[in-house]
């Protein structure tokens, strides 16, 4: 079967040749040959049906890659809907092991696969209430704390109204 421009420049073709057959047979209509219109009319209709069925078969495969697309945007939600889940139950571990470290005042495990112990973090504000802040820790133009200046300011010993220095552990496997 044909490629699908190959047919639409056959239609294009026949479409000319039906123009040219129209002035020639307005110019003398005896030039045209007995059943010329309709040789000519069937090869339109021949074009036409291999056109139509090319765009069908190109419609058939855009629903079928349409279908796809969506089949594969259900998959990577429903992969993500997992992925947030598993993330969870990894963190729900962590802190399990951690509270359970800390009762027990075992602050590093050896094991044969792993090293686990629990560090201290990097200390960090916590913003418990913004409005509180003073309009130093604010950038331009769009209002922002600067957690980094409040951090260094309470370090320092100053009080910054609103915000307090805290200190967080989390557990590290090696």
Known sequence: ???????????????????????AEME????????????MEQALN???DDFKSK?????????????DRLMIEMEIER?????????????????????QMLRVNMKKIKTSLFDVSIQ?????????????I?????????????KSLIKEDLKNGEIVQGAELIQTNSLRIK
Do not use: C, H
């Open 55 to 67: 765009i069908d078969n190109i419609v058939k495969i855009i629903e079928n890659m349409d279908t």
């Open 134 to 146: 003073p309009q130093k820790y604010y950038v331009a133009p769009e209002p922002v704390i600067l």
């Open 79 to 99: 992969l993500e809907k997992r992925k947030a889940r598993i993330k969870k139950v990894v963190e729900n571990l962590k802190d399990y092991a951690k509270m």
């Open 1 to 23: 079967m044909s490629k699908l421009y190959e047919i639409a420049d056959k239609y294009n073709d026949l479409m000319t040749l039906i123009d040219f057959m129209q002035v």
């Open 46 to 48: 021949e074009v036409q």
């Open 120 to 132: 201290a973090n990097p200390p960090k504000v916590n913003i418990f209430n913004e409005k509180l």
């Open 28 to 39: 003398d209509p005896e030039k045209l040959q007995e059943g010329a219109w309709e040789r």
